[in-house]
């Protein structure tokens, strides 16, 4: 077993610390924030993440431990980087978090033993080579002869981070360093042998298929494998956005996107997944990311306009829910609508960047007025858009109250099981505007409440 150290108990770093200490290698996570170590260490999570607190008081003071101080990276084999990366101004991507993270290793770095460190966090090519030469110039210590820093992009989905960390698709390792690329072998071993799979599955109780695979396992060099993180989550993004052309070209032909997704996905070419229709993607990865990558081509002057034209047809997307919303209502002036779902997507609590903000402001622009549920998102929500003058409301029924239409942004499961005859009692029109395709139509129709979906799919 190695030890391990991962700076930062963010959404990466906490999850991939909790994996690591569960596969039985020592692990401390370092964060400067006291409250989020204190929360750890009374194995508690300092994230939502289904299913990560209950791994966190399983594994602390046994194999995961937490610190305000890097001096465990002293003893480590792999210190993981793990820090957030938000994005300034002009798109790209704030390395601030990443040279202090870098600073703090190089002064705690043993000259003695050679360390692996890890790029975690999404970072743009090239970081790697950045955060080498800010502990070359803390420590005077050189680069492959005392250590050398690895890429290792982190794919894991919000809301699902325990299922991807276990059963990845594929693990990907940037470095030419034969001692970096040894010891991540090393650390990965465990996922690399049914035993292990069958172990977390068994554990976890993951509904995994059997004969699923085991995770590829990708080696190149640190400048590619910071590449495949943003062109993956890039080429997602286009995925979504291109569903979501194709399901208001549904809507004015009278076809079904569901049926034309199912139909395409067929083909193992295109695959099944990411065809889900949507108000557009959000979060905090892929506006991020689309917005990294087209500012890092601008700077080399090579135009991207497949993801340029992505994240355009991405707004489109929001305001299309707009645009339906008044074809049905007419006039916005003094109607109240009901938002369920602030979130970018189930199981969060991450509101940072979602569409519900900019379609909250457009329907307040139109003279709405606006009240908003979410199981999990409303803090965050209200904290990223104090300005907004809406209603926050307790439950979903709270905020179908004597409203106009209801539209469902975020399919939590919890809004397919809704008392339906009373939230037909409480509103005032009886229209959902389902963006996610999620609810039973015709089920509601018995409660006389109208159901509409994106792409004709109800
Ligand atoms: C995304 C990637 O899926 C992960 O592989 C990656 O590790 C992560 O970014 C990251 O960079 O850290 P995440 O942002 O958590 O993960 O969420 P996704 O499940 O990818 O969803 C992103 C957005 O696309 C959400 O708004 C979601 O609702 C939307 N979406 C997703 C659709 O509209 N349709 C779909 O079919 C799938």
Redesign the pocket.
Known sequence: MLNVVCIGSGY?GSVTGAALAAVGHPTTVVDVDERKVALLRQGKSPIYEPGLESLIQALIGKTLFADTSYEPVRTADVVFIAVGTPSKKDGTADLVHIREAAAGIGRHLDPDRFTVIVNKS?VPVGTAGLVASVIERETGLKAERHFTVVSNP??????YALEDVFFPDRIVIGSSHPVGLQRMRELYSPWMQRSGYERFAKHFRFEVDPSRPLPKYFETDCSSSEMI?YA??AF?AVK?SYINEIARLCEALGSNVKDVAAGMGMDTRIGDK???V?S???????PK?TAELLATSEKYGIELSVVRSSVQSNRQMHDYVVQKLRRQLKSMNGRTVGIWGVT??PNTDDARQTQAAHIVRELLDLGAYVQVHDPQGMAMFREMNPDLPIRYCESAYEAADRADAVILLTHWREYGQLRWEEVAARMNRLYVLDTRNMLDSERLWQYRIQVEGLGNSQ
């Open positions: 990466v999404t982190e794919f894991l989905r919000e809301g993180k993956a989550n997602l979504i990411f065809l889900e949507s557009g993607w959000s979060g905090s990865c892929f990311d970018f997507k």
